[in-house]
């Protein structure tokens, strides 16, 4: 940059974020039966896109809820690697966050969609003045946190 440029202001708008599954039709049903999306498009891929091995082919699903955007990818081809992180302190994306007036009836309703309670993840148990959570994996082992904030406390 030079003396006489001014600097570059950009603006961004949240888009989506991307969570590759490995059965589409039990994400569907934990992320939109269990925790409300909605899905409001879907396409199928079938062409080779950056960082996946050829041959590619996907279908992208894309859920809202409360302006919130996920892409669901599952891939036919090559398939899905690895596994997604089980500690908060695993770099990268660790967890998606919901709020729930009921954290635990919302925890047991999520197990019914295919989900599973992490164990030893229920913070805030012996104190309702304190913030309460508490750890869903998605079908494929993905944290879900449940979270009730009480009233008055800093959020």
């Not at 269990?34 to 859920?63: H, N, R, W």
Request: overall charge negative.
């Amino acid at each position: 940059m030079t003396a006489n440029t001014e600097a570059a202001v950009h603006t961004y708008r949240t888009s989506h974020v991307g969570l590759c599954v490995s059965d589409l039709a039990k994400s569907l049903r934990f992320y939109c039966d269990g925790l409300g999306f909605t899905k409001i498009m879907e396409y199928d891929l079938d062409e080779q896109i950056p960082e996946v091995d050829a041959p590619c082919s996907l279908t992208s699903t894309f859920l809202e809820k409360d302006g919130l955007r996920i892409e669901l990818l599952s891939y036919r081809q090559p398939g899905v690697i690895g596994t997604p992180p089980t500690r908060r302190n695993h770099l990268g994306m660790t967890h998606l966050s919901f709020f729930a007036d009921d954290i635990d009836a919302a925890a047991d309703a999520l197990c019914e969609y295919g989900g599973t309670l992490v164990p030893e993840t229920r913070a805030g148990l012996g104190d309702p003045t304190a913030p309460q959570f508490v750890f869903v994996a998605d079908p494929d082992g993905n944290r879900v946190e449940l979270m009730y904030i009480p009233a008055g406390t800093p959020w």
